[in-house]
């Protein structure tokens, strides 16, 4: 279930606050300039192309890109037996900012995007349907955990795709990984 935890940065043991409600998630964030939605899935099959996802959703891809001005949109996949899963998963665990939003809307499986607003973290945990847009210059990292699972629709202004800037910021290592929020989630 589509879970939101917000932690302390001085307290990062422990949840302040924890919510499964997508009202209470959509408006906690909102407050944050963060947008979250849930799009009705269809289904598709395990194997579904690229081509074959964005034809499915390409009403609301459409839609997304005129209104935000997003450039292109692809799908990224990963599954647990990917050799390279936990190199991906490093690349995404230290806190970055992006110079654009950075927007997912995830077709199937989860994972967790952390976003560090001020003294706080808003710990996400997306699931099927949810779309999360992430403001440019917002500090976050996202964790797939260690037996990734997801497939997720990715819109860009910049046709270069994904461009991340790192802070140097260790927050992320203080704060409960994928594990221990994905599983308590279940």
Request: hydrophobic share 35%; charged share 25%; with cysteine.
């Amino acid at each position: 279930m589509t879970t939101l935890s917000i932690f302390n940065q001085s307290q990062p043991e422990r949840a302040s606050k924890v919510t499964e409600n997508p009202a209470e998630i959509r408006d906690l964030l909102a407050r944050q300039g963060v947008r979250f939605e849930q799009w009705p899935t269809r289904d598709l099959p395990a194997d579904a192309s690229q081509e074959d996802i964005l034809q499915a959703y390409g009403d609301e891809v459409a839609k997304l890109k005129e209104e935000c001005g997003f450039q292109t949109a692809d799908v990224i996949t990963l599954n647990p037996d990917n050799p390279q899963k936990e190199a991906f998963r490093q690349k995404f665990l230290d806190e970055h900012t992006h110079s654009e939003d950075e927007v997912r809307f995830f077709v199937r499986g989860q994972g967790l995007f952390y976003l560090h607003f001020g003294n706080e973290v808003f710990a996400v945990l997306c699931q099927k349907n949810d779309l999360i847009s992430v403001p440019d210059g917002t500090r976050h990292w996202f964790d797939m955990g260690p037996e990734p699972e997801f497939t997720c629709i990715r819109l860009f202004t910049n046709p270069e795709g994904w461009v991340a800037d790192f802070t140097g910021e260790d927050i992320a290592s203080r704060l409960p990984r994928y594990e221990a929020l994905a599983g308590a989630a279940e």
